[in-house]
């Protein structure tokens, strides 16, 4: 019988814990890493202008001195801010105080006299109060030394809306101009300019106005880069009651119809979104403010945490250069030691780069495909198709490969009649996008001579133009 060493004992009746190697947990993000992710977009954002409009409702909430803060921060990083605000709690508050009726009819109040008394003096008191919060600069409060200057006024001309549906609106109006010189110049002078759901006629009479309708007409006419919705609630939710994040105009319109029990003030901002962006805005915001940050959020990381309607391509899929060696590198990496995908070094990336797509969001490449023709047999291989982590299983693969058959289909007297693909693990994915399994003696005899055996890839073909 063997005897044990003496600390055996002991360290069986209390076994000591490995501790994880660090490279075995990702680390924590940090102020400084959090920091550096948010720079690009504090340069972006800089000098640009946005409108900002909230409800009436979020006035009320304990959350808003909070997003004052927010938004005296974004002041001072630059950002050309216009504030559009709500009021319709307070103005119903109101005229319960005054026993005074107001009906609202198709979203919109029909503001009789007695309502428009109670609809100036709930619209003053909060254009006062909200001057106050932002005026804020006390020692120990993250306002502290702000030296923020907000401008307010009759910037807003207005028209009556008039009888529509039988239905007399009486002091209910509609945009009519912005006075967008006597904003820009305010702007311009590192301003804060708050406008309230108000405006005035050349002829002296003032109207009560939808804050989405002057947030939206502002937008416009103002050409800001960027407007912003503010309002409590799930926000846009599709059918799995997960958000959704990005529509174009048409996608957000096709939402709005098919949407069931869909949020009241939801569906104005949406309505307003699409407005806006098919009037030229670039791109409208929706947000939920339960969300703590969610301001910052949605303008400083890359993904934000509110639903974006844009008319333009937010993922832009281009050429690859020498200046996306690093991106490129840091996507395929991951995949290469996995042997998922052949290893390519530095140099042969940087000498077979005009054979890369590249995807882009905001800065980051997130996807990544090589191209690589053999005219003469007429066929081109699929390489290197990668998409960054946080991006799979969205769809982005499939939309890189539709890229290369548009591009291919674009080309008068095209001499590539077949795309094929050698595959380790993703055999069942290229199958579902049309690609037939094949054999190493389909492909090109140059391709064949460099076929790695201890890998023992899967060939798939799949046919661009049928042959005669």
């Known amino acids: 019988m063997t005897t044990p060493p003496k600390d055996s004992a002991a360290k069986k009746a209390a076994p000591k814990k490995r501790r994880r190697s660090p490279a075995a947990q990702p680390p924590a993000p940090t102020f400084a890493s959090q920091f550096r992710g948010a720079a690009p977009y504090i340069n972006a954002h800089r000098g640009r202008t946005v409108v900002i409009t909230f409800s009436g409702e979020l006035m009320e909430s304990p959350r808003f001195l909070e997003l004052i803060q927010d938004i005296t921060l974004l002041n001072s990083l630059g950002i050309r801010l216009v504030l559009v605000h709500g009021a319709r709690p307070q103005i119903e508050e109101r005229l319960e105080e005054f026993d005074a009726k107001s009906e609202i009819v198709n979203g919109l109040r029909v503001t009789n006299e007695d309502a428009l008394l109670c609809v100036k003096e709930s619209v003053g008191t909060i254009r006062i109060n909200l001057e106050g919060l932002l005026s804020t600069g006390l020692p120990n409060s993250p306002m502290a030394g702000a030296d923020i200057r907000v401008a307010s006024g009759n910037f807003v001309t207005a028209r009556p809306l008039g009888v529509r549906d039988g239905i007399d609106y009486q002091h209910t109006g509609e945009v009519r101009r912005i006075n967008t010189e006597a904003i ?137 250069t020498i200046e996306d060696i690093g991106g490129i590198i840091e996507l395929i990496e991951p995949l290469e030691k996995d042997g998922i995908l052949v290893p390519r070094s530095r140099e042969l990336l940087e000498i077979q780069i005009d054979h890369y797509i590249v995807m882009e969001r905001d800065g980051t490449i997130i996807g990544v495909v090589a191209l690589f023709p053999y005219e003469t047999q ?91």
């Not at 108000?198 to 947030?215: I, M, Q, R, Y």
């Not at 048409?250 to 003030?265: F, G, R, W």
């Not at 081109?380 to 890229?403: C, D, F, M, T, W």
């Not at 003696?441 to 890839?457: F, I």
């Open 184 to 320: 820009e110049k305010l702007l311009d002078s590192g301003f804060i300019v708050l406008l309230s759901p108000l405006g005035t006629s050349p002829t002296g009479e003032v109207f009560n106005l939808s804050s989405e309708d002057v947030a939206t007409t502002a937008a416009i006419q103002l050409k800001a880069d960027k407007m912003l919705a503010l309002g409590e609630g799930s926000g846009l939710l599709d059918p799995r009651k997960k958000l959704i994040r990005e529509l174009t105009p048409d996608e957000a319109e096709q939402a709005l119809q098919s949407a069931k029990n869909l949020p009241e003030q939801t569906s104005r901002h949406l309505i307003s979104a699409i407005h806006a962006c098919r009037q030229g805005v670039p791109r409208a915001h929706i947000l939920n403010t339960e969300e703590p940050g969610a301001l910052l959020q949605e303008l400083f990381t890359r993904d934000g945490v509110g639903t974006m309607i844009t008319a333009q391509r937010y993922d832009e899929i281009r050429q690859a």
């Open 378 to 468: 007429k066929v081109a291989e699929i390489a290197s198709l990668a998409i960054h982590p946080e991006y799979q299983n969205r769809g982005r693969g499939k939309v890189l490969l539709q890229y290369i058959d548009h591009r291919f289909n674009r080309i008068k007297n095209n001499p590539i009649e077949q795309l094929f693909v050698l595959s380790t693990r993703t055999a069942h994915w290229f199958q579902e996008l049309g690609y037939e399994p094949a054999k190493l003696a389909d492909l090109p005899v140059e391709r064949q001579s460099l076929y790695n055996y201890k890998r023992n890839s899967k060939v798939f073909i799949r046919t661009l133009i049928e042959k005669n």
